[in-house]
């Protein structure tokens, strides 16, 4: 077997959040639908950043992307593997990803797409609202996806997202082939409730076949790939379908199904919500991180719990904290 370099390689897309409050009223005149994300072309991307508030960030995100960081912070050795331009905003990208030490090596678009960009507003509770140009991160081909690198992760980890792009989709299916050719788990989010509604069948045959191992979800995202309202009616269905789904409940904390067994925890304290982006995929870094280094479910749910409880108390999907420190004062190093 490969030897170990990586605990959690991630694939997804990449791109740069632009985060800023949302205005009174500003997302229901846009049309928007509030907590959704939105695909947009570049004439919208280029109007809504025009009319953005003046007090914005700028940040590299990506959902996969974001759990790599996440992994990193941990004190886990992490890799991403996503599509940037070979551009102003790919140079922020890479630059980032360079300074917080998460292996970074796919290779750039030239003379073709813009770097993607997210525009997310936020909204008084904390809701975040994305508006997203997919750009160049939509050109992530099979020809990406290295079989050294995949092979010397514990664990591959990729986004729903990537089944929108019929290339990147191949590039998905491709890296999971590769992941299991030398026993390694493959892992995926469901993403979004409006990308199971476009791929529902298809997830499931991920699921089913067991191209993939280990499934992450929030609870409207399970209970769309059911098409039920009863929670408990989408956690019997997934015990059946795969051998691990891991579901973040919000205040509620987080689950896990493993061979048919549910282990809960409740989510950590916080005194306010500033913003949600990012919940999902800081707790998919903890609870990844906890797999591949062999905790107990439990404390590999504590883990994404407190990774989560620490990215929603500020504005941005990365941790300002060192989350490696975070997990030692909770006991949950491991």
């Known amino acids: 077997m490969t030897q170990t370099r990586f605990d959690v390689l991630t694939i997804g897309n ?53 759990t790599a960081a996440g992994v990193a912070s941990l004190g886990g050795r992490a890799a991403f593997v996503g599509k940037v331009a070979d551009d102003l905003l790919g140079d922020v990208f890479e630059t980032d990803f360079n300074q917080i030490g998460v292996h970074y090596n796919t290779s750039r678009l030239k003379n073709g797409a813009l770097t993607a960009r997210c525009m997310i507003f936020v909204s008084d509770d904390g809701e975040r609202t994305m508006n997203t140009y997919l750009g160049a991160c939509q050109q992530l081909t099979e020809q990406d996806i290295k079989p050294d690198e995949i092979g010397a992760a514990a664990i591959t980890y990729m986004e729903g997202f990537l089944w929108d792009p019929a290339e990147a989709k191949k590039a998905f299916v491709l890296a999971a082939h590769y992941a299991h050719k030398v026993e390694r788990a493959t892992a995926f989010t469901l993403s979004d409730p409006f990308c199971v509604d476009r791929y529902r069948a298809e997830f499931l045959d991920l699921m089913r076949s067991k191209t993939i191992d280990y499934v992450f979800a929030n609870v409207h995202e399970l209970k769309s790939l059911y098409e039920t309202e009863d929670l408990g009616e989408a956690v019997r269905q997934v015990a ?74 500020h504005i941005g999907a990365r941790p300002q904290l060192d989350l490696q420190d975070l997990t030692r004062q909770h006991g949950l190093v491991g």
């Open 14 to 66: 990449a791109i740069v959040d632009i985060i800023a409050p949302a205005p009174e009223g500003f997302i229901e005149a846009e049309g928007m639908n509030k907590g959704i994300m939105h695909l947009i072309d570049t004439d919208r991307a280029e109007d809504l950043y025009s009319r953005m508030p003046l007090e914005r960030q700028q940040i590299s995100g990506g959902s996969a992307a974001n």
């Open 240 to 313: 059946k379908d795969t051998e691990l789904a891991a579901i973040t409940m919000g205040a509620d904390g987080a689950m896990v199904v493993y061979n048919g067994e549910v282990t809960s925890v409740p989510a950590f304290p916080i005194d306010k919500v500033v913003d949600a982006t990012g919940a999902g995929d800081l707790f998919a870094s903890g609870f990844l991180l906890g797999m591949a280094r062999g905790q107990t479910l439990e404390s590999a749910l504590k883990t994404g719990c407190l990774a989560a409880s620490e990215v929603i108390s």
